[in-house]
Protein backbone atom coordinates (compact mmCIF):
# COMPACT_ATOMS: atom_id res chain seq x y z
CA UNK A 1 0.00 0.00 0.00
CA UNK A 2 2.95 2.27 0.12
CA UNK A 3 5.05 3.54 2.41
CA UNK A 4 4.72 3.80 6.06
CA UNK A 5 2.47 5.77 8.07
CA UNK A 6 4.27 9.25 9.70
CA UNK A 7 1.03 10.90 10.01
CA UNK A 8 -1.74 9.63 12.72
CA UNK A 9 -4.47 9.09 10.74
CA UNK A 10 -6.44 9.81 13.70
CA UNK A 11 -5.45 13.39 13.98
CA UNK A 12 -7.87 16.33 13.02
CA UNK A 13 -6.51 18.20 10.01
CA UNK A 14 -5.89 21.66 11.09
CA UNK A 15 -7.75 24.23 9.30
CA UNK A 16 -6.21 27.66 10.64
CA UNK A 17 -3.19 29.26 9.89
CA UNK A 18 -0.75 29.72 12.75
CA UNK A 19 1.01 32.26 10.77
CA UNK A 20 -1.14 34.26 8.77
CA UNK A 21 1.50 34.52 5.30
CA UNK A 22 1.63 30.12 5.71
CA UNK A 23 -0.44 26.65 5.19
CA UNK A 24 -0.73 25.10 8.93
CA UNK A 25 2.46 23.58 9.58
CA UNK A 26 0.27 19.83 9.29
CA UNK A 27 -0.15 20.78 5.92
CA UNK A 28 3.95 21.35 5.05
CA UNK A 29 4.63 17.89 7.22
CA UNK A 30 2.15 16.11 4.89
CA UNK A 31 3.90 17.92 2.02
CA UNK A 32 7.52 16.51 2.91
CA UNK A 33 6.17 13.68 4.50
CA UNK A 34 3.14 11.59 3.50
CA UNK A 35 1.69 13.60 0.77
CA UNK A 36 -1.18 11.24 0.04
CA UNK A 37 -2.97 9.86 3.72
CA UNK A 38 -6.21 9.42 5.75
CA UNK A 39 -7.10 12.21 8.17
CA UNK A 40 -9.82 12.71 10.23
CA UNK A 41 -11.76 16.00 9.64
CA UNK A 42 -13.02 18.89 11.99
CA UNK A 43 -16.57 16.91 11.39
CA UNK A 44 -14.75 13.64 12.72
CA UNK A 45 -15.61 12.13 9.47
CA UNK A 46 -12.48 10.51 7.38
CA UNK A 47 -11.51 11.30 4.25
CA UNK A 48 -8.12 11.38 2.06
CA UNK A 49 -5.74 14.69 1.85
CA UNK A 50 -3.26 15.01 -0.99
CA UNK A 51 -0.52 18.01 -0.70
CA UNK A 52 1.61 17.49 -3.80
CA UNK A 53 1.50 19.50 -6.70
CA UNK A 54 1.70 17.12 -9.26
CA UNK A 55 -0.84 15.18 -7.64
CA UNK A 56 -3.28 17.61 -7.06
CA UNK A 57 -3.01 18.21 -11.22
CA UNK A 58 -3.40 14.82 -11.38
CA UNK A 59 -6.65 14.38 -9.62
CA UNK A 60 -7.86 17.52 -11.33
CA UNK A 61 -7.65 15.55 -14.76
CA UNK A 62 -8.59 12.10 -14.16
CA UNK A 63 -11.93 10.62 -14.76
CA UNK A 64 -11.22 8.50 -11.49
CA UNK A 65 -12.58 10.89 -9.63
CA UNK A 66 -16.02 13.04 -9.54
CA UNK A 67 -16.11 16.92 -9.13
CA UNK A 68 -20.08 16.20 -7.79
CA UNK A 69 -20.20 17.65 -4.94
CA UNK A 70 -23.68 16.07 -4.21
CA UNK A 71 -22.12 12.87 -3.79
CA UNK A 72 -22.28 11.57 0.26
CA UNK A 73 -18.34 11.38 0.37
CA UNK A 74 -17.74 14.21 -0.94
CA UNK A 75 -15.44 15.76 2.48
CA UNK A 76 -16.97 18.25 4.42
CA UNK A 77 -14.91 20.75 6.88
CA UNK A 78 -18.13 21.70 8.80
CA UNK A 79 -21.87 20.76 9.39
CA UNK A 80 -23.51 18.01 7.14
CA UNK A 81 -22.79 20.79 3.86
CA UNK A 82 -19.35 22.17 4.46
CA UNK A 83 -20.82 25.70 4.78
CA UNK A 84 -19.34 26.37 1.46
CA UNK A 85 -20.89 26.32 -2.12
CA UNK A 86 -21.71 22.80 -2.24
CA UNK A 87 -24.46 23.57 0.75
CA UNK A 88 -26.38 25.41 -2.19
CA UNK A 89 -30.24 23.28 -2.87
CA UNK A 90 -30.14 24.81 -6.47
CA UNK A 91 -29.40 22.33 -9.60
CA UNK A 92 -25.80 21.75 -10.19
CA UNK A 93 -23.10 24.13 -10.57
CA UNK A 94 -20.67 24.20 -13.49
CA UNK A 95 -17.73 23.23 -11.09
CA UNK A 96 -20.29 20.24 -9.88
CA UNK A 97 -20.34 18.70 -13.18
CA UNK A 98 -18.65 15.93 -14.57
CA UNK A 99 -18.20 15.04 -18.53
CA UNK A 100 -20.17 15.05 -20.70
CA UNK A 101 -21.87 17.46 -18.70
CA UNK A 102 -19.82 19.69 -18.17
CA UNK A 103 -18.36 20.61 -21.53
CA UNK A 104 -21.13 22.31 -23.33
CA UNK A 105 -22.17 24.33 -19.32
CA UNK A 106 -18.62 25.78 -19.46
CA UNK A 107 -18.74 26.70 -23.27
CA UNK A 108 -22.01 28.65 -23.46
CA UNK A 109 -20.68 31.31 -20.23
CA UNK A 110 -17.02 30.71 -21.24
CA UNK A 111 -17.23 33.73 -23.75
CA UNK A 112 -18.22 36.19 -21.23
CA UNK A 113 -14.47 35.73 -19.40
CA UNK A 114 -12.24 35.69 -22.45
CA UNK A 115 -9.20 38.20 -22.31
CA UNK A 116 -10.28 40.13 -24.86
CA UNK A 117 -13.67 40.92 -23.28
CA UNK A 118 -12.18 41.32 -20.07
CA UNK A 119 -9.74 43.97 -21.46
CA UNK A 120 -12.79 45.86 -22.54
CA UNK A 121 -13.65 46.19 -18.71
CA UNK A 122 -10.56 47.78 -17.95
CA UNK A 123 -11.60 51.58 -18.04
CA UNK A 124 -14.52 50.92 -16.26
CA UNK A 125 -12.65 48.84 -13.11
CA UNK A 126 -10.07 51.68 -13.09
CA UNK A 127 -13.14 54.33 -12.97
CA UNK A 128 -14.60 52.15 -10.41
CA UNK A 129 -11.15 51.53 -7.85
CA UNK A 130 -10.22 55.37 -8.75
CA UNK A 131 -13.80 56.27 -7.29
CA UNK A 132 -13.33 54.19 -4.28
CA UNK A 133 -9.80 55.81 -3.70
CA UNK A 134 -10.78 59.26 -3.94
CA UNK A 135 -13.22 58.31 -1.34
CA UNK A 136 -10.52 56.88 1.09
CA UNK A 137 -8.41 60.25 0.88
CA UNK A 138 -11.40 62.73 0.91
CA UNK A 139 -12.46 61.00 4.08
CA UNK A 140 -11.29 60.08 7.89
CA UNK A 141 -8.09 58.41 8.37
CA UNK A 142 -7.70 55.72 9.70
CA UNK A 143 -10.43 53.90 7.12
CA UNK A 144 -10.54 50.14 7.21
CA UNK A 145 -9.50 49.50 3.73
CA UNK A 146 -12.04 46.13 3.85
CA UNK A 147 -14.68 48.19 3.78
CA UNK A 148 -13.54 50.93 1.82
CA UNK A 149 -11.98 49.46 -1.12
CA UNK A 150 -11.39 45.56 -0.82
CA UNK A 151 -14.92 44.72 -1.16
CA UNK A 152 -16.59 47.15 -2.56
CA UNK A 153 -14.90 46.82 -5.88
CA UNK A 154 -15.11 43.62 -6.65
CA UNK A 155 -18.86 43.42 -5.81
CA UNK A 156 -19.43 46.58 -8.04
CA UNK A 157 -17.62 44.88 -10.75
CA UNK A 158 -19.58 41.74 -10.07
CA UNK A 159 -22.62 43.39 -9.94
CA UNK A 160 -22.31 45.06 -13.10
CA UNK A 161 -21.27 42.19 -15.16
CA UNK A 162 -24.14 40.16 -14.16
CA UNK A 163 -26.84 42.99 -14.12
CA UNK A 164 -27.38 43.23 -10.69
CA UNK A 165 -28.34 46.42 -8.59
CA UNK A 166 -25.15 47.76 -6.57
CA UNK A 167 -28.03 49.29 -4.08
CA UNK A 168 -28.01 45.55 -2.93
CA UNK A 169 -24.27 44.84 -2.28
CA UNK A 170 -24.97 44.68 1.42
CA UNK A 171 -27.23 42.10 1.03
CA UNK A 172 -24.98 39.88 -0.92
CA UNK A 173 -22.02 40.31 1.34
CA UNK A 174 -24.04 39.22 4.47
CA UNK A 175 -25.50 36.00 3.02
CA UNK A 176 -22.40 35.16 1.12
CA UNK A 177 -19.83 35.99 3.93
CA UNK A 178 -22.48 33.62 6.10
CA UNK A 179 -22.63 31.04 3.70
CA UNK A 180 -19.00 30.67 3.43
CA UNK A 181 -18.97 30.80 7.39
CA UNK A 182 -17.47 27.37 8.62
CA UNK A 183 -18.73 28.48 12.16
CA UNK A 184 -22.52 29.51 10.61
CA UNK A 185 -24.95 26.55 11.80
CA UNK A 186 -26.60 24.43 9.25
CA UNK A 187 -29.76 26.19 9.48
CA UNK A 188 -28.05 29.54 8.96
CA UNK A 189 -26.43 28.26 6.01
CA UNK A 190 -29.72 26.99 4.24
CA UNK A 191 -31.10 30.38 5.56
CA UNK A 192 -28.55 32.86 3.41
CA UNK A 193 -28.79 30.36 0.33
CA UNK A 194 -32.20 30.61 0.53
CA UNK A 195 -32.65 34.24 0.49
CA UNK A 196 -30.07 34.83 -2.19
CA UNK A 197 -31.56 32.13 -4.09
CA UNK A 198 -34.99 33.67 -3.92
CA UNK A 199 -33.04 37.27 -4.90
CA UNK A 200 -31.29 35.86 -8.05
CA UNK A 201 -34.47 34.21 -8.85
CA UNK A 202 -36.50 36.93 -9.53
CA UNK A 203 -33.63 39.06 -10.91
CA UNK A 204 -33.54 36.36 -13.75
CA UNK A 205 -37.04 36.44 -14.20
CA UNK A 206 -37.18 40.43 -14.49
CA UNK A 207 -34.79 40.00 -17.27
CA UNK A 208 -36.80 37.29 -19.38
CA UNK A 209 -39.10 39.16 -19.50
CA UNK A 210 -36.86 42.57 -20.61
CA UNK A 211 -33.54 41.97 -22.26
CA UNK A 212 -30.79 43.25 -20.69
CA UNK A 213 -27.44 43.90 -22.19
CA UNK A 214 -25.01 42.10 -19.66
CA UNK A 215 -24.01 38.82 -18.73
CA UNK A 216 -27.32 37.34 -17.80
CA UNK A 217 -28.62 38.93 -20.05
CA UNK A 218 -27.21 37.72 -22.70
CA UNK A 219 -27.32 34.43 -21.28
CA UNK A 220 -30.92 34.26 -21.80
CA UNK A 221 -30.99 35.70 -25.30
CA UNK A 222 -28.64 33.22 -26.17
CA UNK A 223 -30.69 30.18 -25.08
CA UNK A 224 -33.71 31.81 -27.08
CA UNK A 225 -31.49 31.15 -30.03
CA UNK A 226 -31.26 27.42 -29.13
CA UNK A 227 -34.91 27.24 -27.64
CA UNK A 228 -35.91 27.49 -24.35
CA UNK A 229 -34.27 29.67 -21.60
CA UNK A 230 -33.40 27.39 -18.46
CA UNK A 231 -33.87 28.94 -15.87
CA UNK A 232 -33.06 27.20 -13.08
CA UNK A 233 -29.28 26.40 -14.94
CA UNK A 234 -29.25 30.52 -15.09
CA UNK A 235 -29.94 30.69 -11.56
CA UNK A 236 -27.11 28.49 -10.77
CA UNK A 237 -24.95 30.41 -12.62
CA UNK A 238 -25.78 33.46 -10.92
CA UNK A 239 -25.43 32.51 -7.53
CA UNK A 240 -21.66 30.56 -8.26
CA UNK A 241 -20.57 34.04 -10.29
CA UNK A 242 -21.82 36.69 -7.89
CA UNK A 243 -20.37 34.65 -4.58
CA UNK A 244 -17.34 33.65 -6.33
CA UNK A 245 -16.93 36.70 -7.92
CA UNK A 246 -16.56 39.21 -5.27
CA UNK A 247 -15.76 36.94 -1.91
CA UNK A 248 -12.32 35.96 -3.47
CA UNK A 249 -11.10 38.71 -5.22
CA UNK A 250 -11.92 41.07 -2.08
CA UNK A 251 -9.85 38.57 0.35
CA UNK A 252 -6.76 39.09 -1.96
CA UNK A 253 -7.14 42.84 -1.90
CA UNK A 254 -7.02 42.97 1.76
CA UNK A 255 -4.60 40.13 2.09
CA UNK A 256 -2.00 41.54 -0.53
CA UNK A 257 -1.96 45.15 0.93
CA UNK A 258 -1.44 43.68 4.22
CA UNK A 259 1.58 41.87 3.01
CA UNK A 260 2.79 44.72 1.26
CA UNK A 261 2.49 46.86 3.81
CA UNK A 262 4.58 44.02 5.93
CA UNK A 263 7.18 43.99 3.57
CA UNK A 264 8.38 47.40 2.52
CA UNK A 265 11.00 47.25 0.37
CA UNK A 266 9.22 44.33 -1.89
CA UNK A 267 6.40 47.84 -1.59
CA UNK A 268 8.64 50.17 -2.84
CA UNK A 269 10.46 47.74 -5.83
CA UNK A 270 6.37 47.65 -6.98
CA UNK A 271 6.05 50.96 -6.53
CA UNK A 272 8.98 51.94 -8.69
CA UNK A 273 8.11 49.54 -10.95
CA UNK A 274 4.25 49.20 -11.70
CA UNK A 275 5.03 46.81 -14.84
CA UNK A 276 5.62 44.11 -12.26
CA UNK A 277 2.27 44.40 -11.18
CA UNK A 278 0.92 41.25 -13.04
CA UNK A 279 3.71 38.96 -11.55
CA UNK A 280 3.21 40.42 -8.34
CA UNK A 281 -0.19 39.62 -8.47
CA UNK A 282 0.78 35.95 -9.53
CA UNK A 283 2.82 35.29 -6.41
CA UNK A 284 -0.08 36.87 -4.21
CA UNK A 285 -2.41 34.11 -5.53
CA UNK A 286 0.59 31.39 -5.06
CA UNK A 287 1.06 32.24 -1.76
CA UNK A 288 -2.06 33.03 0.07
CA UNK A 289 -4.09 30.51 -2.31
CA UNK A 290 -7.02 31.77 -0.37
CA UNK A 291 -9.90 28.65 -1.38
CA UNK A 292 -6.99 26.81 0.30
CA UNK A 293 -10.16 23.76 0.68
CA UNK A 294 -12.12 24.57 -2.27
CA UNK A 295 -10.81 21.41 -4.65
CA UNK A 296 -12.43 18.41 -3.56
CA UNK A 297 -13.32 15.22 -5.50
CA UNK A 298 -14.73 11.26 -4.73
CA UNK A 299 -12.82 8.68 -6.51
CA UNK A 300 -15.25 6.34 -8.73
CA UNK A 301 -12.67 3.37 -8.72
CA UNK A 302 -8.80 2.57 -6.84
CA UNK A 303 -6.52 5.62 -6.96
CA UNK A 304 -2.65 5.18 -6.78
CA UNK A 305 -0.63 8.29 -6.24
CA UNK A 306 2.66 8.88 -4.64
CA UNK A 307 2.92 5.33 -3.81
CA UNK A 308 -0.47 5.40 -2.11
CA UNK A 309 -3.76 3.32 -3.07
CA UNK A 310 -6.77 5.54 -2.38
CA UNK A 311 -9.96 3.04 -2.53
CA UNK A 312 -13.09 3.86 -4.58
CA UNK A 313 -15.60 5.59 -2.68
CA UNK A 314 -13.31 7.91 -0.68
CA UNK A 315 -13.59 11.71 -0.61
CA UNK A 316 -10.72 13.28 -1.60
CA UNK A 317 -9.62 16.99 -0.53
CA UNK A 318 -6.80 18.78 -2.00
CA UNK A 319 -4.38 20.92 -0.40
CA UNK A 320 -4.15 23.49 -2.76
CA UNK A 321 -1.64 25.73 -0.22
CA UNK A 322 0.24 23.36 -0.03
CA UNK A 323 0.20 22.74 -3.53
CA UNK A 324 1.57 25.75 -4.03
CA UNK A 325 4.43 25.76 -1.59
CA UNK A 326 6.10 22.20 -3.22
CA UNK A 327 9.63 22.87 -3.32
CA UNK A 328 9.54 20.46 -6.51
CA UNK A 329 7.99 22.95 -8.41
CA UNK A 330 8.68 26.03 -7.01
CA UNK A 331 12.29 27.12 -5.15
CA UNK A 332 12.17 28.08 -1.96
CA UNK A 333 8.76 28.28 -1.85
CA UNK A 334 8.08 30.11 1.37
CA UNK A 335 9.85 33.39 0.22
CA UNK A 336 7.39 35.69 -0.90
CA UNK A 337 8.78 36.80 -4.71
CA UNK A 338 7.57 39.27 -6.92
CA UNK A 339 10.22 38.50 -9.79
CA UNK A 340 9.63 34.45 -9.56
CA UNK A 341 7.22 34.80 -12.50
CA UNK A 342 5.19 31.29 -12.14
CA UNK A 343 1.98 31.56 -13.80
CA UNK A 344 1.42 27.53 -13.32
CA UNK A 345 -0.11 27.82 -9.36
CA UNK A 346 -3.08 26.26 -8.17
CA UNK A 347 -5.00 29.08 -6.85
CA UNK A 348 -7.24 28.66 -9.68
CA UNK A 349 -7.35 25.15 -9.88
CA UNK A 350 -6.36 23.25 -13.02
CA UNK A 351 -7.84 21.13 -15.99
CA UNK A 352 -11.42 21.55 -17.07
CA UNK A 353 -12.67 23.07 -14.06
CA UNK A 354 -10.54 25.85 -13.65
CA UNK A 355 -11.69 29.38 -12.63
CA UNK A 356 -13.59 30.48 -15.74
CA UNK A 357 -13.30 34.44 -13.83
CA UNK A 358 -9.35 34.10 -13.21
CA UNK A 359 -9.01 36.62 -16.24
CA UNK A 360 -11.50 39.12 -14.22
CA UNK A 361 -10.04 38.33 -10.94
CA UNK A 362 -6.11 38.86 -12.44
CA UNK A 363 -7.06 42.50 -13.96
CA UNK A 364 -8.90 44.01 -10.82
CA UNK A 365 -6.00 42.53 -8.23
CA UNK A 366 -3.49 44.30 -10.97
CA UNK A 367 -5.88 47.51 -11.22
CA UNK A 368 -6.33 47.70 -7.70
CA UNK A 369 -2.50 47.51 -6.42
CA UNK A 370 -1.22 49.71 -8.97
CA UNK A 371 -3.57 52.37 -8.01
CA UNK A 372 -3.41 51.92 -4.71
CA UNK A 373 0.35 52.07 -4.31
CA UNK A 374 0.71 55.13 -6.96
CA UNK A 375 -1.96 57.60 -5.33
CA UNK A 376 -1.29 56.32 -1.81
CA UNK A 377 2.06 56.39 -1.50
CA UNK A 378 1.92 56.88 2.64
CA UNK A 379 0.01 53.75 3.34
CA UNK A 380 0.63 52.45 6.26
CA UNK A 381 -1.05 49.90 9.06
CA UNK A 382 -3.07 52.00 11.63
CA UNK A 383 -3.06 49.73 14.49
CA UNK A 384 -0.23 47.05 15.22
CA UNK A 385 -0.10 43.69 13.24
CA UNK A 386 -1.08 41.39 16.10
CA UNK A 387 -4.17 43.46 16.84
CA UNK A 388 -5.18 42.35 12.78
CA UNK A 389 -8.49 39.73 12.75
CA UNK A 390 -7.91 36.89 9.94
CA UNK A 391 -10.82 34.87 8.74
CA UNK A 392 -9.40 31.24 10.02
CA UNK A 393 -13.55 30.71 10.49
CA UNK A 394 -14.22 31.34 6.77
CA UNK A 395 -14.08 28.76 3.61
CA UNK A 396 -12.44 31.64 1.87
CA UNK A 397 -9.41 33.28 3.69
CA UNK A 398 -9.12 37.16 4.32
CA UNK A 399 -8.96 39.41 6.83
CA UNK A 400 -12.22 41.07 8.82
CA UNK A 401 -10.84 44.71 8.83
CA UNK A 402 -7.47 46.66 7.66
CA UNK A 403 -7.08 49.45 9.24
CA UNK A 404 -5.22 51.95 7.02
CA UNK A 405 -3.64 55.50 7.46
CA UNK A 406 -1.30 57.45 4.70
Known sequence: MGRALTIDPAATLQTTRSCPFA????????????????????TGKDAWVAARYEDIRTILTDPRFTADRRHPKTPRLAGD????????PLP??????????????????IGEFTVRR???????????????IDAMLEGPQPADLVRALALPVPSLVICELLGVPYADHDFFQVHSARLLDRGATEQERQHATLELAIYLDKLI??????????????????????GEVDHPALLSLAFL????????TANMISLGTYLLLDQPETLAALRDNPDKTADAVE???????????????VTLEDVELSGTVIPAGSGVLMLANAGNRDPEVFEDPQRFDIDRGARNHLAFGYGAHQCMGQNLA??????????????MPGLRLAVPADQLGFKDEAAVYGMHELPVTW
Open 241 to 248: LLIAGHET
Open 362 to 375: RVELEIVFETLLRR
Open 283 to 297: ELLRYFTIAEFAMTR
Open 118 to 132: IAALRPRMQEIVDEH
Open 81 to 88: SGGGLEAS
Open 205 to 226: TAKEQEHSDDLLGRQIAKQREN
Open 92 to 109: KMILEMDPPEHGPARRAV
Open 23 to 42: PPEQHLELLREQPVAKVTLP
